[in-house]
């Protein structure tokens, strides 16, 4: 853990390897009906659950104030040739996977050619940056104000586990997790990264 006196900096990592082989194996059997769930659309609804069980993640700085908000509007970081550009998907909690995974693609498909609305950029509560398609490892996603966390998603690859008697190949997806000192403090924020971690590695966790 790094910080300073605004800014929280840690990691994580979130073992996939079921999610993934589940995403994989629901996409072939959705195929012909031409759906696709990607893992930002799960990342999403772990993000809306670790909002909701933590409220301090799901609010922003007015002034002195400090407003918890009651709706759950993720933004996620867009990579275009013009540039980084982050669109809002509203009301994340109540859309289910296939949705928000359409909803994602369409608003990258926007982003990317250039027509995102100012309105589709605008009113998120808490922001996902996946660098998955690029690679690397860890790094530090900066918090978009006025909001007061932002999770770092890194491009997911194979590690030998060790599962008490072997090593085994286990997909380990990276996380890494900025966040406003004014409000989360360390031990917050880790059990906050631990339980997104959590959830990606059993996501039964979320229907509890």
Not at 4 to 10: F, G, S, T, W, Y
Not at 38 to 50: G, N, Q, S, W
Not at 172 to 177: D, G, T
């Given at each position: 853990?790094?910080?300073?006196?605004?800014?929280?900096?840690?990691?994580?990592?979130?073992?996939?390897?079921?999610?993934?082989?589940?995403?994989?194996?629901?996409?072939?059997?959705?195929?012909?009906?031409?759906?696709?769930?990607?893992?930002?659309?799960?990342?999403?609804?772990?993000?809306?659950?670790?909002?909701?069980?933590?409220?301090?993640?799901?609010?922003?700085?007015?002034?002195?104030?400090?407003?918890?908000?009651?709706?759950?509007?993720?933004?996620?970081?867009?990579?275009?040739?013009?540039?980084?550009?982050?669109?809002?998907?509203?009301?994340?909690?109540?859309?289910?996977?296939?949705?928000?995974?359409?909803?994602?693609?369409?608003?990258?498909?926007?982003?990317?050619?250039?027509?995102?609305?100012?309105?589709?950029?605008?009113?998120?509560?808490?922001?996902?940056?996946?660098?998955?398609?690029?690679?690397?490892?860890?790094?530090?996603?900066?918090?978009?104000?006025?909001?007061?966390?932002?999770?770092g998603v890194s491009k997911a690859a194979m590690k030998p586990v060790w599962d008490g008697k072997q090593f085994v190949p286990r997909l380990i997806c990276p996380l890494s997790l900025s966040a406003?000192?004014?409000?989360?403090?360390?031990?917050?924020?880790?059990?906050?990264?631990?339980?997104?971690?959590?959830?990606?590695?059993?996501?039964?966790?979320?229907?509890?």
């Amino acid at each position: 853990v790094s910080q300073n006196p605004k800014c929280l900096e840690l990691s994580n990592i979130g073992d996939i390897t079921e999610l993934e082989a589940f995403r994989a194996l629901t996409n072939k059997e959705n195929e012909k009906q031409g759906l696709k769930i990607t893992m930002l659309a799960f990342l999403m609804k772990a993000a809306v659950a670790a909002l909701k069980k933590y409220p301090e993640f799901n609010s922003s700085i007015d002034g002195d104030d400090l407003v918890l908000k009651k709706y759950f509007n993720i933004a996620f970081a867009a990579d275009t040739p013009n540039g980084l550009v982050v669109p809002v998907i509203r009301d994340a909690d109540k859309k289910g996977i296939f949705e928000l995974a359409r909803e994602t693609s369409e608003l990258a498909a926007l982003a990317r050619d250039g027509k995102l609305k100012p309105d589709q950029m605008q009113g998120a509560s808490f922001t996902i940056s996946s660098l998955g398609g690029i690679g690397g490892t860890y790094f530090s996603p900066i918090v978009n104000a006025p909001e007061v966390a932002i999770l770092g998603v890194s491009k997911a690859a194979m590690k030998p586990v060790w599962d008490g008697k072997q090593f085994v190949p286990r997909l380990i997806c990276p996380l890494s997790l900025s966040a406003d000192h004014r409000v989360i403090d360390g031990a917050l924020a880790t059990r906050f990264n631990v339980y997104i971690a959590q959830l990606m590695s059993d996501f039964r966790r979320a229907a509890l």
